[in-house]
Each structure stands twice: as structure tokens, then as C-alpha cells.
């Protein structure tokens, strides 16, 4: 059995500062906005593990009448808009949180143009609404926010984006309050996790122009990189599994899963591996929950999306906004909700960011010159992650873990990422499968690695739209890691993070999976 990190080490403490707004008087047809009033000005400096922490302005933030602006910056200047100054310092290496909980938040200010950002050091590193928020929930604004020595500086700003302005009406007259809270740890938060699994570091660098194999006999294509190894995500350093690892298994829900990476958060990421436990090179349908299109739907650039806007649209930002689901995306929640929700498990997993990269990338030597509308020839994202020979072949490999537009970083919470999920569950993404132990292209079988199942199954990550159909990136019944046409009938494998103050019993093996301490 596995204990809870003892809570010395946890080091962590709550500051708490509240915005109140009072309602403001509305005078013949014209819009009355709300003004905060501060009752208290005075600074306040603290520690909270280990890190110097303070406060402009004390718990209050200074009297600000929010009004609708075009920028946050405009709203500073006639003080339509709040601004509050963190700065973080300490000795040693420390990782700190900033959250936002909301005490008051009246169902007129739950929509998208009532928004904020937060800053670290003139770099964005937060940003979001609370039109999904209710009374009660913590948002994460800074995750993880890795603070030494030398001062950071830490801007928040909460405003009113005149710009995306949907229901002015329903903003008027309204009171809300905010809480701040922090909290700070000595340790890494996915070191912290992988600690407490009783799991390890693996010494070496991966190739990822390899296969990672429980053996080779031929280095020049594959290597024997089997192991734990560290990569940065969008929330700070994660620990992915590769190769023919033995120590992932996890039951959980009544199926057992394999751990993919430990979030840079420290929250566990695992895939759906089955009714029963299954070993490394095992091939069996057992290992998905069924087949499904990616979209049934394939004739527009729209189709490549996790989720979707309006096809026939001219201009990126309608293509792919999310406002339909995918075929996929439906089978998703439909599995998530009968269950994890109505199983009652929903309590144990937490948000995390699932990529669907639909960044455009240009290769017009092999025609994708496309801008992502309609029916012209488009790729994304993967692409400018892999370099591709005049035959056609991938031939180098640089995946990541980070997701690089907001829009594509499917969450629940808009603070964490696009907040359009209606559950937690996505999928693989084709550089997790890169990194776990294959390449990309049909030159990369492994039967070895955990992640094979002897099937074809689907990923979240767009390919392209090519002769007339829109491409998403799949995993071939050899492991290998290919495009198939969006309407084509693949597995599905839900992806799911559990998380990370959660108590395990087992050592992860396949007799002895981790499983929750009740």
C-alpha cells in the first residue's frame, strides 16, 4: 500500500483576498456597471513553501468600474478593469499555484466576454472565463509556476472584453466575489506522483526515429529505451512511459489501463486497455470499447476536429470553431458517462488538456498549401514535427507535449484550456504514441511496446484534408502510426487522468496493478 505524502511535505498554505463589487445604479436606457470598492490597501507579504509571496495591495485589489473594453490594457488606462501585481521569490527551487475561487458569481457574468488573464514576467501563462464556473470552484490560474532566486512578477487583469460582447444585458447590476488562493511544494508535482507510485526516472535519451522494443537486433531502427523519461507539457515537466514497460497497469472503474505520462500537474494519464488485464504484444479487441468513424462527416476541412465548427465556412476561426461534436467525440462521452459518471467514479478524475492540434502547416512540395477552410488541400499540426523525404517517408521526429493554440486544448475548464468538453476523456494524441515507442509512417511496427493491440485504433490528432477527404492520425493493427479517412471505422480507446492526491495500493505490475485505497 502506497501512503499519502506526509502533509510537512506538502508545505502548503492558503492566502485569501476577496473582490467585492457593489451594484451600481442604472439611469434612463443607458448600461450602469458595477464598481469595486476596496476596504483595505495595505500590502501583504508571506511564505508558503518555502516561496516569498506578496500581494499588492493587501487582500483587496484597488477600486476599479468595470465597463466593456477593447483591451485589457485600455481598461487599466481609464480604470474599467481590475489589475493586481504577485510577485514570487525563493532560495531554493520551489513550485507554486495561484487559484481563484469563486464565492459570488451571479449567472449574468457566466459568459465568455467577462474574462481573465495572468501574466509571469510579460509572458502569458493563463487565461480564461467563468462562463462555466458556479459558486464554490477553484480555478487554476497559475499551475505549477516553477519560482527560484530571482523575483518573478505576476500580472492578473479580470475585465470585460468589449470585443466579445454577447449579452450586455444580463451583466448589469451585478455583485460577484473572488477568492485567491496559493499554495507551494518543494518537489516537482509529477515527480511528487511518480514518488508516491514507488516509480522511478530511466537513465538515457530516446530516439524517436526508433522503435523502443523489449529487444533489438537491429539498432539502426529500434532501441531498447524501456523506461520512465521527462519531456515538458503545458503545465511544467511530465513523465512519459516507453518502450516494453511492465509497470503501468492500473485497475480502475472495474478495466484495467495503462499509465501513458504523469502531467506535468502531477495528475495520472492512462488509456483504456480492457475487461482484463492484458501483457505486452497481447493482440485483442478486448483493448478498445468498440469501433466508430472519427466523423462520419469527411468533405470539409471542418472534419479533421475533435470538435468542429461550420463546414463551407471561409475563414479559419468558423472552420474549426468547437461547436459540433465528432463522431468520436459522442462515442467518447456516451462510454465516459455510463461508466465512469453513472458508476459512480467521476470523482476521482481530473481535468487535463487533450490536444487536437489543427495548427496549418505548409508543405507546398507535396501541394498542402491550403489555409484550413473548405476543401482545400490542408496539413496540421504533426507535421511540422516530422520532416518527410521526397519519397514520402518520415525520416526525423520531434514530438511534443505541448499544445500550442487554446482553442485546440480540449478541457472541461476554461481555465486549463478551451473549456469545451462536456467530460474529462479524450484521446492519444500521435506524439504521446511517438514518444511511447514508435515512429510515424508504416516503417515502424512494434509488437513489443504497451501500446499495441493487434488493432486499429483512432487518435485525437488531425492529419489533413487531401483528395476531397479530411485525414486523422490512427494507430496501425501493426503499431505503426498512419492517416486513415476520417469516416473509416477504427477503435476507441478513452483516455482519462486520475487525480494525483489520490492513495494506491499494488506496484503497478499486471498481477499487481495500482489500484485506488478506498
Known sequence: MFKAIPEEHRKKFYIIFGILCVIAAISGGTLAWYTWQSSNNTTVSFTVGGVDVTFDAGSDITSS????????????????????TITASSPVTAYLNLYLTLETLPNGLKEESF????????????KGNFKNNNQGDKITIASNQKIESATSTYKLYIWID??????????????????????????????????????????GTPDFSKTAQAS??????????????????????SYYFRGAVENNYVKF????WRIIRINGDGTIRMIYDGTSAHANGESSTDRQVGTTAFNSSYNDNAYVGYMYGTPGSDTYEETHANTNNSTIKTANDNWYKTNIVDAGYSQYVADAIYCSDRKVVSLPSFGFTGNGTGSQ??????????EISSEGIPTNYNPTLKCT?????????????????????????????????????????NAS????????????????????????????????????????????????SLKSDITFSGNGTMNQPFEIVS
Open 405 to 445: 493554440q487554446t482553442n485546440d486544448k480540449f478541457t472541461t475548464s476554461s481555465s486549463l484550456g478551451n473549456g469545451n468538453l462536456t467530460y474529462p476523456v479524450g484521446l492519444l494524441t500521435a506524439d504521446e504514441v511517438n514518444m511511447a515507442g514508435v515512429g510515424i509512417g508504416n516503417m515502424s511496427a
Open 216 to 237: 533489438c537486433s537491429d539498432e539502426s531502427t529500434c532501441e531498447t529505451t524501456n523506461g520512465i523519461y521527462a519531456a515538458e507539457d503545458d503545465l511544467g515537466t
Open 115 to 126: 474574462i481573465w488573464e495572468i501574466y509571469k514576467d510579460n509572458a502569458l501563462v493563463g
Open 65 to 84: 468600474k468595470l465597463r466593456p473594453v477593447s483591451t485589457k490594457e485600455v481598461g487599466v488606462e481609464k480604470g474599467y478593469a481590475i489589475e493586481k
Open 377 to 386: 488541400q490542408t496539413a496540421y499540426g504533426l507535421y511540422s514535427r516530422i
Open 253 to 256: 472503474a472495474g478495466y484495467y
Open 449 to 496: 511496446y504497451y501500446l499495441y493491440s493487434g488493432n486499429w485504433y483512432w487518435l485525437i490528432s488531425p492529419g489533413s484534408f487531401d483528395e476531397g477527404s479530411a485525414f486523422a492520425w490512427d494507430v496501425n493493427d501493426d503499431a505503426s502510426v498512419l492517416i486513415s479517412s476520417a469516416f473509416l471505422s477504427r477503435g476507441l480507446r478513452p483516455v482519462i
Open 162 to 203: 468589449g470585443t466579445n460582447f454577447a449579452n450586455p444585458e444580463t451583466m448589469q447590476n451585478q455583485t460577484f466575489k473572488f477568492v485567491l488562493n496559493a499554495d507551494a511544494s518543494d518537489q516537482d508535482p509529477a515527480l511528487a506522483t511518480l514518488t508516491k507510485l514507488g516509480l522511478s526516472v530511466s537513465d
